[in-house]
């Protein structure tokens, strides 16, 4: 789960790592309103959860209330990478001397929380990761044993000379360990830590994302959610109790157990299709969910086939059956749908289907080249006068 910027603000502050003050607004009134009771410059930031804000002009310096006006104005009702902005963090503006990265994440290699900061920081991070990755330094942390202060005081060490900052810049890193570690956090991130010219370090931007299985026991963190600015289609997903991933192909996938998805995604590719998203009905078996996965589905506009891949083990068939016949009555679907079901209760789920004219094929093999030939023939046609 992602969190603003604001937000993840908010904790840094209780952690008492370093932030200017800042008060996240949703009109114009509001923001000129904040501005004015700071009486400096100020930063306007659209709060998106996407990276490269700044790049897409999402994040403005207002000298006086007027330029906040304009600019929080032209940034409110933004699209940024596809995301609208709802809300944008008013913010006082900091002299910059210098922009570090500080960043934690977990790395599944070895098998633990990794530190990586670099003295390069600012938006341009991902280029020095790619081009120049010696300028990025990493730590593995034992977990059992958690961050000693002698191991952030080497990698501060790494960002700054002077030993005032280096001191800041330790302390700020012992202090995100701890609100990664607290929060459950699969990354937190400091990009940039800035320097100013009255020698203080200081968080200007913040990240945090929650790895989603340890929410049930972060309620205060889950209370954070802000589902305007999710995909509705994984919202809905969620609420429904199913997996789901949205992708950018045309073929729609519905399909029992993660492994069987990918599988079935796999086959797609390898026949030239491009799977519309990945979906894990999983392995219960209430037709409500195939009728929630329909739903979600045909609201893409890119979708031109839905291809239905069921193995029916402890998942009965025929609830499956039952619940394709009900998408068919409740949301009339205009794309064609093709559908594989095997296992237990097959023989009643074929009679099922009968009632809307769909037949199980026999493979796997074939049931995907249906999908990605009736995909294409549906492409080919569509938007053209024949
Ligand atoms: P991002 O692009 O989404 O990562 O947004 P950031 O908050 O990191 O801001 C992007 C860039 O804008 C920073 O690297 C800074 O160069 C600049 N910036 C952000 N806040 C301030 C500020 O308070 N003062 C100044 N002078 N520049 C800022
Ligand atoms: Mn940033």
């Given at each position: 789960m992602k969190i603003h910027e604001y937000q993840a603000k908010e904790i840094f502050a209780a952690a008492g790592i370093p932030v200017p003050r800042g008060e996240a607004v949703c009109n114009v009134a509001e923001a000129v309103a904040v501005a004015e009771s700071y009486g400096r410059p100020v930063m306007i930031k659209a709060q998106v959860h996407v990276g490269g804000r700044g790049k897409a002009g999402g994040v403005q310096y207002a000298e006086n209330v007027e330029a906040v006006r304009v600019w929080a104005q032209k940034i409110l009702g933004m699209e940024i990478k596809g995301l609208r902005v709802n809300k944008v963090l008013i913010t006082e503006a900091a002299d910059i001397v210098s922009e570090t990265y500080v960043g934690i994440i977990i790395d599944r290699a070895t098998k633990a929380p990794v530190i990586m900061v670099s003295a390069?920081?600012?938006?341009d991070i991902e280029e020095v990761a790619a081009r120049?990755?010696?300028k990025i330094h990493k730590l593995a942390v034992d977990p059992s044993v958690g961050l000693k202060m002698y191991q952030a005081r080497d990698l501060a060490f790494r960002l700054y000379r002077d030993i005032k900052q280096v001191r800041q810049a330790a302390d700020i890193i012992m202090k995100l360990y701890e609100v990664y570690w607290k929060v459950d956090a699969s990354l937190a991130e400091i990009n940039p830590m800035i320097t100013t010219p009255d020698s203080k370090v200081v968080a200007i931007d913040a990240k945090i994302n929650i790895d989603d299985n340890g929410l049930f026991r972060q309620k205060e963190i889950a209370a954070l959610r802000d589902l305007d600015a999710e995909d509705p289609a994984e919202v809905d997903a969620r609420e429904g109790d199913l997996s789901f991933v949205n992708l950018s192909g045309n073929i729609g996938c519905i399909v029992n157990g993660a492994g069987l998805a990918m599988a079935t995604m796999d086959l797609v590719k390898h026949y030239g299709g491009d799977p519309a998203n990945f979906l894990d009905i999983g392995g219960s078996s209430n037709p409500q969910k195939v009728l929630t996965a329909m739903r979600i589905i045909l609201r893409?506009?890119?979708?031109r086939a839905i291809l239905i891949n069921i193995f029916g083990g402890i998942t009965r068939c025929d609830d499956v059956a039952t619940g394709i016949v009900m998408a068919y009555e409740?949301?009339?679907?205009e794309v064609p749908i093709v559908v594989r079901l095997t296992g237990t209760n097959e023989a009643q789920a074929i009679k099922i289907l009968k009632k809307v004219n769909l037949e199980s094929a026999e493979t796997l093999d074939s049931v995907v080249k249906k999908a990605i030939e009736l995909a294409d023939q549906d492409s080919a046609s569509a938007g053209r006068i024949t």
């Open positions: 390069a920081g600012g938006v120049t990755p010696e893409n506009p890119n979708v409740e949301l009339g679907p």
